[in-house]
């Protein structure tokens, strides 16, 4: 689309993936039928079934609990709400930054958590507190009816099923870095 | 190891990790021989594998290009020394920040960049700027001899076959989520 064009054909986007055509054509028929014969995919169309597919058709809130570092760089981080995740509230313990505002939101209390994440419907949370207390941010969120949660703690969490959860390890993308040196392979 | 354990099943493995006892088996073949019949793993054996295998058994000296918001924050994190990750030098072009120090690592001016990281020996890079910039850096550090890159910039990197490239995109974690909330599936 930036680059002005309507259509792409599976090959184009094989290219510029790495993937092979037939990879392309398969993964996106698991999700419906997208294209059209001797055109290719319509840019347009495959851009709003993919947001579909991802979920990222529509506005999402969120919360981050914890404003230490990682949670700063996270709440200035532009991408987020590009891509339609609004983060409308902040939470911590330290008195410090309670009240304060970073990007525009508002840190509350942790103690507020679940009050306020019912009062405005908030539907996921990222976690950037110590891995010691995740489990227990993890345990309000989910008490307060959160629906999935981004952890970055380094630690393994325990929740519910219907509760979806994706655990980011920073390290682990050092590591995969590590294995494709070390193996002089191209990971991607 | 921690719980005081000196061998574990596949099958425990399996529960701990959400796949079946045979993946976990054929996940492991795949690298070597790491089981004994009738005991499963031993864990100090099956860790240190696992470290070989993903170049984790070893010190890698990493740079940090970009000491804004997600680069101090990444400067910060424990994790990555734990995995044997050391971070021995920051570069920025901001004259505010060059010169000074975070967490006891260098900031020096991305102008250096080239001669510190040939002198320091320092193998891998993680990509922090902003994405207008991070095909320069990326430029920078594979001119200077780097072997990998993790970029944290929300931009294809174009670099040579011989680099090892991670490219980590936050926003990635939060659409994950929405895929597995809005797909009513637990995604991990």
Known sequence: MRAGRATVSSSQLATLFGFTDAQVRKDLAYFGHFGHPGIGYRCDELIAEIRRILGTDRQWTVTMVGV???GRALLRYKGFSAQGFRIVAAF???PRVIGSQIEG??????AQLGDIVRQQHIQLGMITVPAADAQQAADQLVAAGITGIVNFAP???SLPEHVGLVGVDLTTELEQLAFSV??????R
Request: net charge neutral.
């Open 105 to 110: 939101i508002p840190v509350f209390d942790i």
């Open 182 to 187: 070390a193996n002089r392979t191209r990971s």
């Open 155 to 157: 630690v393994a969490l």
């Open 68 to 70: 230490g570092n990682m």
């Open 92 to 94: 911590d313990r330290d």
